[in-house]
């Protein structure tokens, strides 16, 4: 269902910019930076700056987007999940944006594809079995403590957005998209441990969704 949505998407965002083709150099402002923070980041204890380069071509630019992510103390339902007890990592996304009309006076449609890699270390406290020897024998006991899931995370994805000029200087980007991850771990031996459903966890390998909002400022 995923795919058909995204195939009607680019089909309409095509057919508009067909429609309302601006020349990228016809008398108005002509960019080549941007720097656009990622509010929807916040919510999983993250701050994510993106930096988009105008390249050589017409209407082709590159994204840079470095995340940092830092919880020092257990989530709650708004910000973190109230099962981690803290999170630290790091993560970096780069992107080809392509507007194939160019930036407008307003703004433009654009598609994007690219890749990513993110590193995380959260603390959990669970259950977890743990051996110890005494007098000679080997003892297994069940009990409760705190330890450590590191996980990588590896990404393939495309994205359709649109970015809306303000003003002069300042921009909002809405985006949808969908892409491919893959995840490694390392947990303790022993962990009894199920993969959440909530975002913050950052688990899981298959296809993911993706929607969006970023906010910057541009010359």
């Not at 080549?32 to 929807?40: D, L, R, T």
Request: proline share 3%; with cysteine; glycine share 14%.
């Amino acid at each position: 269902m995923l795919k058909y949505i995204a195939v009607v998407c680019i089909v309409f965002s095509l057919s508009i910019n067909i429609a309302w083709s601006q020349d990228i150099d016809s008398g108005h402002k002509s960019y080549s930076h941007w720097i656009m923070g990622v509010p929807q980041h916040l919510f999983k204890n993250g701050i994510r700056v993106e930096w988009d380069k105008k390249l050589g071509r017409p209407g082709v630019w590159i994204n840079y987007a470095p995340t940092i992510y830092y919880r020092g103390q257990r989530g709650n339902r708004l910000f973190g999940n109230y099962d981690v007890y803290s999170t630290a990592g790091a993560g970096m996304d780069v992107m080809l944006r392509w507007y194939p009309q160019g930036i407008g006076p307003k703004g433009g449609f654009y598609l994007s594809g690219g890749g990513g890699f993110r590193f995380l270390v959260q603390e959990f406290r669970g259950y977890r079995w743990t051996t110890s020897v005494r007098n000679g024998l080997t003892w297994y006991e069940y009990d409760e403590s705190s330890w450590n899931r590191e996980t990588q995370n590896y990404v393939l994805k495309g994205t359709l957005g649109y970015l809306l000029i303000i003003n002069r200087h300042l921009a909002a980007d809405f985006f949808i998209g969908i892409g491919l991850q893959a995840e490694t771990q390392k947990l303790p031996s022993g962990t009894i441990y199920e993969i959440s459903e909530e975002p913050d966890v950052f688990g899981g390998t298959g296809l993911i969704t993706l929607l969006g909002f970023r906010l910057g400022i541009g010359w």
